[in-house]
């Protein structure tokens, strides 16, 4: 079984930064792939970034591609998502999940 738990959310300006964590415990997150979702008030979670166990490959939704950036440090059983120029609509609740589990999510909010 993996714990997940995200960290790092908080307000923001549009157009500032925030990284997010995802620090993994009970299982080694490195032989996982790990994604990012993110739900808005009242829409469905949706897919935001991934990156594999080796952390060679990384993969963006469109809507967050040139601003997000996905990063793993495997020794410290933690991933990242680095989020910059940051946008009202990236207001969500940010979770992680790997290998079917997921965290209880931290929340984003971006002021405009």
């Known amino acids: 079984q993996v714990q997940l738990v995200e960290s790092g959310g908080g307000l923001v300006q549009t157009g500032g930064s925030l990284r997010l964590s995802c620090a993994a415990s009970?299982?080694?997150?490195?032989?996982?792939?790990v994604d990012w979702f993110r739900q808005a008030p009242g829409k469905e979670r949706e897919f935001v970034a991934r990156?594999?166990?080796?952390?060679?490959?990384?993969s963006y939704a469109e809507s967050v591609k040139g601003r997000f950036t996905i990063s793993r440090d495997n020794a410290k059983n933690t991933v990242y998502l680095q989020m910059n120029s940051l946008k009202p609509e990236d207001t969500a609740v940010y979770y992680c999940?790997?290998?079917?589990?997921w965290g209880q999510g931290t929340q984003v909010t971006v002021s405009s």
């Open positions: 990156i594999t166990w080796t952390g060679g490959s990384t």
């Open positions: 999940k790997a290998s079917g589990y």
């Open positions: 009970g299982r080694v997150l490195s032989s996982y792939a």
